[in-house]
C-alpha cells in the first residue's frame, strides 16, 4: 500500500489547519498539521480512514479505477451539449482598452445570406445527433443598422427551425433596441460586461469615438431582464479595477438585479491572449487575482451576494457537499466547443476565432477540414500532455487552456497550470469560515 498519486494536501488560508482531498476517490478532509506530519513521515499509512477514503492505496487497484473514471469521463463527453459560437463580424463599436481583436482583419458589412446558410447546414451536418445550442459572438454582434438587423431576423428564423437556443455575448450597448428582435428567438441568455460602475466602466469600455456606454448598458440590461432573458453579467478584472468589484457589487445588489433568478455573474481575468497589452503591469496572475478578491470579500461579505468565486473546487464541495468528478479535460475546444465565423472559417474556440493560423477549416464555400489539426485538438486531454501524466494536481486543474498553452509555450500538448492549491486553500477559508472556527475552538 502506498498514499495515492491523487492526494492534494495544503495549508488552509489564514489557518493552522490543512486539508486533503483526493478527486478519484472523492474524498476531502480538514485534517491537522500532526496528521501532515505523520503523512510527510509515512507513518499515516495506517491512519484510520486512510485505506477507506481512497488516501491511501493499492497502486494497481487505483490504476484501474483511473482507467474506469477516464472512461467514463469520455462517454459522458459524447454525449455533452456543444456550444457552437458564430462570428457575424470582428467589428466593433467599442475601443476598449485591452481588446485581443483589435488588430483583426474585418470587412464592416452585414454577413450574407449564403454564408449564414452554409453555417446551418454544417451544423445540420456534423452535429445531427447531438445536443447544442448557438452562440453569436464578435467583435459585437448587436450593431445598429438594418443590414445587422436582418442578419439577426435570418440567424433567429434558421435557429427556430431547428428549435435551438441562441445565447449572446454583447456589449450590450444597443441591447435595448435589439429587443424586440429577441423577444422573436429562444434565448438562452446574454452576456454583458460591465468593468465598474460610470466613470470606472467607462474608462477602460467607451465608443470608439470616446462616449460613454455605462447608462446605456444598465438599460440594455434592465429592459432584458424585464422581458424575462437570463443575464449572464461579467466583469474583467485587472489592477486597474479591482476595487470596482465592490462597488459594482452594491450598484447590482441596489438595483435588485442581484434578488433576480434570471441574473448571474462571472469574473473575467484580463491576461495576454494573442499579443501584448497595452500596459502589461496592470495584468494579475490568476493567484494574484484570487488573492486579492478573497481579501475584498473579508473585507465586505455582501461581495457574494453578487458572486461567488469556484475558487478551484470549493465552492462546489461546499455547494454540494461533495466533490466534482475528476477532470480529466478543461479544454472544450473540438469537444463541446466550436467557432465559425462570416468568412466560412471553422475554428476551436472562442479564444481561437478569428486568429490568423488557427484555422481548422471552411464550412463554405465548401466543407474543407483539416482532419489532422483537428484530431491534436481532440485528443487533447491529462493524459495526452506529458507534464500532466504524473501531476497529483490534473483531476482538479485538467490540464488548462489550450489556446494559452499554444501562445505561450508553442504546443496545445503543453499544460496551462491552474493554482489548484492555492485556490483551494482560500476558497475553504472563505466558504468554510465557521466549520473552521468550530474545529479551532475544540482543538483548544
Known amino acids: 500500500m502506498e498514499f495515492s498519486a491523487h492526494n492534494i494536501i495544503s495549508r488552509i488560508t489564514e489557518s493552522d489547519q490543512y486539508y486533503i482531498i483526493n478527486l478519484l476517490s472523492g474524498e476531502a ?42 472512461l467514463d469521463f469520455i462517454d459522458n463527453r459524447e454525449t455533452d451539449e456543444v456550444q457552437l459560437f458564430f462570428v457575424p463580424g470582428y467589428q466593433c463599436n467599442f475601443n476598449c482598452s485591452y481588446c485581443y481583436q483589435d488588430d483583426y482583419q474585418n470587412i464592416a458589412r452585414p454577413v450574407s445570406e449564403e454564408v449564414v446558410d452554409g453555417f446551418f447546414n454544417y451544423v445540420d451536418l456534423q452535429f445531427k445527433d447531438r445536443k447544442k445550442y448557438l452562440t453569436l459572438f464578435g467583435g459585437e454582434p448587436l450593431l445598429p443598422g438594418e443590414g445587422y438587423r436582418e442578419f439577426f431576423e435570418q440567424f433567429i428564423e434558421r435557429a427556430n427551425e431547428r428549435n435551438l437556443d441562441i445565447a449572446i455575448v454583447t456589449n450590450a450597448y444597443n441591447l435595448e433596441e435589439y429587443i424586440p428582435i429577441l423577444e422573436k428567438a429562444r434565448i438562452r441568455e446574454i452576456q454583458v460586461t460591465l468593468d465598474g460602475v460610470g466613470e470606472a466602466h467607462d474608462r477602460r469600455r467607451p465608443l470608439r469615438n470616446g462616449t460613454a456606454t455605462f447608462g446605456k448598458i444598465v438599460s440594455g ?8 432573458f437570463p443575464v449572464n453579467l461579467r466583469m474583467v478584472l485587472d489592477k486597474e479595477n479591482v476595487n470596482e468589484l465592490q462597488t459594482l457589487a452594491h450598484f447590482a445588489i441596489d438595483r435588485q438585479w442581484t434578488a433576480s433568478p434570471l441574473f448571474k455573474t462571472q469574473l473575467g481575468r484580463n491576461y495576454e491572449l494573442h499579443h501584448c ?24 461579505p455582501a461581495i457574494l451576494e453578487f458572486h461567488r468565486p469556484s475558487f478551484s473546487i470549493s465552492r462546489f464541495l461546499f455547494d454540494e457537499g461533495e466533490l466534482p468528478d475528476p477532470l480529466f479535460d478543461s479544454c472544450p475546444g473540438t469537444k463541446t466547443e466550436w467557432a465559425f465565423d462570416y468568412s466560412g472559417k471553422i475554428y476551436s474556440c472562442t479564444a481561437t476565432v ?50 494559452v498553452a499554444r501562445n505561450q509555450k508553442g504546443s496545445i500538448l503543453k499544460p496551462d497550470c491552474r493554482p489548484v492549491q492555492e485556490l483551494v486553500s482560500l476558497g475553504l477559508a472563505n466558504y468554510f469560515r465557521e466549520e473552521l472556527a468550530d474545529n479551532q475552538k475544540d482543538k483548544n
Open 277 to 300: 497589452q497595452r500596459d502589461a503591469d496592470r495584468l494579475y496572475t490568476r493567484i494574484g487575482l484570487y488573492e486579492d478578491i478573497y481579501g475584498l470579500i473579508k473585507k465586505d
Open 221 to 228: 440590461i434592465d429592459a432584458a431582464l424585464k422581458a424575462d
Open 354 to 403: 478569428g486568429k490568423e493560423g488557427e484555422e481548422l477549416g471552411t464550412f463554405y464555400p465548401h466543407i474543407n477540414l483539416l482532419e489532422d489539426v483537428i484530431a491534436e485538438w481532440e485528443s487533447r486531454d491529462v493524459l495526452a500532455i506529458p507534464e500532466c501524466r504524473s501531476c497529483n494536481l490534473r483531476l482538479a486543474c485538467g490540464g488548462g487552456c489550450g489556446s
Open 29 to 70: 478532509d480538514i485534517i491537522s498539521q500532526d496528521i501532515v506530519d505523520s503523512i510527510k513521515s509515512g507513518k499515516a499509512l495506517s491512519e484510520p480512514g486512510m485505506i477507506e477514503k481512497g488516501y491511501v492505496v493499492d497502486p494497481a487497484a487505483e490504476a484501474a479505477l483511473f482507467r474506469q473514471r477516464y
